[in-house]
T-cell receptor, first 114, second 112 residues
Framework: NAGVTQTPKFRVLKTGQSMTLLCAQDMNHEYMYWYRQDPGMGLRLIHYSVGEGTTAKGEVPDGYNVSRLKKQNFLLGLESAAPSQTSVYFC?????????????FGEGSRLTVL | GESVGLHLPTLSVQEGDNSIINCAYSNSASDYFIWYKQESGKGPQFIIDIRSNMDKRQGQRVTVLLNKTVKHLSLQIAATQPGDSAVYFCAETRLGNYKLTFGKGTLLTVNP
């Protein structure tokens, strides 16, 4: 069982470039999340999904878009990258929703925007 | 605004000792709390959770204590081992709300 897999693990972008982070989970979880982690700020929720075809904004959604076309995949897009988006991005999934239960995290994607 | 904070950013203990990691929360409406462990270069890993109708919950070598009166949460690790070295985060939410608010983390270092 791979759990939650994120690709790519590392990426360097120039300001204004676009990219997509892919998250895949093989646990048949309904709920998926994208977080960013910055030094001294803990994890902050960007967007989340409560099922295939649904997405919702989290705490820091500006500058990001997401899609959940398939239950097992949750994509995070940056249309025009900015240096402020330099961060480590974590995808997570959970069996139960509504804030309860365990979140299963991927190993992270480190993004640097120059 | 509402936030989850930690009393100590770093904690250093000897192998075999008990560790206590503290967390203060300010949102009195929060009713569900979770502790996560994050090892270097990895994603956070769930340790234990507790609902606001409880004041104590035990797991394997870990105990979480919740004091709603002073809005305080703690994680106790018994017989701390080198493998426990990591950053520990507390997180809070309201049941039914998908947004977890994470604290900034405490770095636990276990000395052999």
């Amino acid at each position: 069982n791979a759990g939650v897999t994120q690709t790519p693990k590392f990426r360097v972008l120039k300001t204004g470039q676009s990219m997509t982070l892919l998250c895949a989970q093989d646990m048949n979880h309904e709920y998926m999340y994208w977080y960013r982690q910055d030094p001294g700020m803990g994890l902050r929720l960007i967007h989340y999904s409560v099922g295939e075809g649904t997405t919702a904004k989290g705490e820091v959604p500006d500058g990001y878009n997401v899609s959940r076309l398939k239950k097992q995949n949750f994509l995070l897009g940056l249309e025009s990258a900015a240096p402020s988006q330099t961060s480590v991005y974590f995808c997570a999934s959970s069996l139960s929703g509504g804030g309860t239960g365990e979140l299963f995290f991927g190993e992270g994607s480190r993004l640097t925007v120059l | 605004g509402e936030s989850v904070g930690l009393h100590l950013p770093t904690l250093s203990v000897q192998e075999g000792d008990n560790s206590i990691i503290n967390c203060a929360y300010s949102n009195s409406a929060s009713d569900y709390f979770i502790w996560y462990k994050q090892e270097s270069g990895k994603g956070p890993q769930f340790i234990i959770d507790i609902r606001s109708n409880m004041d104590k919950r035990q797991g394997q070598r870990v105990t979480v204590l919740l004091n709603k009166t002073v809005k305080h949460l703690s994680l106790q690790i018994a017989a701390t081992q080198p493998g426990d070295s990591a950053v520990y985060f507390c997180a809070e939410t309201r049941l039914g709300n998908y947004k977890l608010t994470f604290g900034k983390g405490t770095l636990l270092t276990v000395n052999p």
